[in-house]
């Protein structure tokens, strides 16, 4: 597979269609890969394809480090390609501005990642090229299930568990830096005329962060998890976006990622609008 | 335990000369000295396992500490640098305020089961609050603190300690180092005075026969280590190639979060800031990051480092070039947690090996 995903991409450079293709090559570490930027048709033997490809290289689309390199191809598992429909949904991205060399994965990680177990979307739902054989779609998953045991604990345990979890935040911000997602050019928590989210990692600090990073991704996280395999504290963040996801499912029957047609929820609204709730 | 005397930088090297002194412990007795400290009324961290992770934590008993890992998640850097603290509050009552000095923040405390890695860390860091003005938070916490680092005998890919003058059984910042010499028996070298106080308090420590020696104990993990790059050949480099493009290649990846500086046992750099409300409020000191945007923009607007790639070339400057420039230490230890920790697998050994073996000089515009 890896050598029909470097000679698209060898071709794809020569022919000047593109000036970049961002991908994945061996890490220094072992069982790592550290996203790569290959520019020139002779580096392509650079590219590897593997079970450690876990980052979401989507963030680079909206990193301007990488874009002022030129029109890029990308090579996207399923989970980064929800991420690039979001990015297109939302105008950050011009489809016809992007190559997407998709490839079909059947996880990430040994053992995998919490994420794979419930991914629908082993073959991407949006690509110009798809590199290894199509997956059928799993229906047999309920991704919000950890979201749902959560939901049985009492208030008062649930503020203990996340009182304990938020406490050990160091504010590094790693999972807004990892995230495809979170792209504003000066993010709320870096506006400092005034300081509108303290700074300070104490409890009041962690948890203003921590719940407007969850909120500003309610109804557009895509669950790809990079927040929470960067976050060097082991906060498990995503269960806090995946709760907010399940509201959105539920209330507006509305995931993201899948339609890069759809209109976002939460950033669409029309006098006829049919849920009572939000009128 | 604590002097009240400011101890130098060149006190401690006088110490150093004198030699340490050596002591052996038996291993089974080693979670007992964090039993003995809690018993002096000291606050001890040590290595404890929080969820999945291992961290320095303030621990009330001696079971809660783990020592079998290579280096935690986080340094015990946060005992002398908290990552956050107050610098003074203040209330407003009845159109007065007061101003609530907060000088009575030190207890004793004890860095317990450290790496000499982190141990190293201290004196490197002690050059800069001790410089020009002398940081008293740092200081007096400094000096309330007692180090008992723990030799490695094992390491990992990410781990450098050799490649920066440092070793896995350095003696480097710490009060006593204790190296497992045999299956039962530990030898501690008592660096400093504090360190000897300690031990003679504690009742733990025998005497040690002249002829035990840690040398044979830690050779086969100096081997395991080697050298990953030659650090002679990075500051020369880094002196002439500020506007090199070998910045932009190998930095791209970097997504600009603050991991490798807050994992990072050397990394210091913190921000001021008023937290006020109705009632009151605090001058509040934090840690910060090189690789935030917002840590140079200046109030007009005007940032110097307007991208990753400049703000990625700061930190391994600052580290290799302007720190030994101005206080004559590499600004790192070697532990390999900014490489092990990074998520887009950056990797400082590549770049400072890629730095190492770079022949000719490329271009000067990235």
Known sequence: MIEQIRETAKKLLTGGEVKVVIGYENGGLPQTTRPVFITSPDEVGRLVWNKHCYANVARFLVRKEVASLGKPAIIAKGCDVKAIVVQIQESQVKRENVVILG??????????????????????????????????????????????????????????????????????????????????????????????????SHTRGNYHWNLIRAWHLSGRCIDCLECERACPVGIPLSLLNRRLAKSVKERFGYEPGYDKEAAPPLTDFKQQDPQEFIK | MSSNNPETVSEREVQKKSGPIFKVLDARNLKALVQKGLELGCRVFAPVKDDKLVTFEQVSSPDQVLLDGITTRMSPKSVVLPRTEKVFSYKIRKGEIVVENKDDFVVPAIIFGCRPCDAASFPIMDRLFRWDYQDKFWNKRREATLIVSISCLDCDDACFCTSVGLAPDS?????????????????????TEKGAEFVEKTGLFDEAGADLDKSSATRAVRQKLGKKFDVEKIKPWLDENYGNKFWGEVTRMCIGCGICTYVCPTCHCFDLVDEAHYDGGAKIKNWDACQFAAFTVHASGHNPRPDQVSRHRQRIMHKYKYYPDNLGAILCTGC?????????EVNLIRILKGISEIETVCGTQR
């Open chain 1, 103 to 200: 490839v079909t994965c059947q996880g990430v990680g040994e053992p995998p990642l919490s994420k794979c177990p419930i991914c629908d979307v082993n073959t991407p739902r949006e690509y110009d090229y798809l590199f290894g054989e199509k997956i059928p779609p799993r229906t047999d998953i309920n991704k919000f299930a950890d979201a749902e045991e959560f939901e049985k604990k009492s208030p008062k345990e649930r503020w203990e568990f996340w009182e304990k979890q938020l406490s050990k935040c160091i504010k590094c911000y790693a999972c807004r830096q990892v995230c495809p997602l979170c792209y504003c050019e000066v993010c709320i928590a870096d506006k400092n005329q005034p300081q509108w989210i303290e700074t300070s």
């Open chain 2, 171 to 191: 003696t480097e910042g710490s009060d006593v180092l204790l190296t497992l010499i045999s299956r039962d028996q530990y030898l501690a070298e008592i660096m």
């Open chain 2, 336 to 344: 390999g947690r900014c490489v092990r920790h990074c998520p887009m």
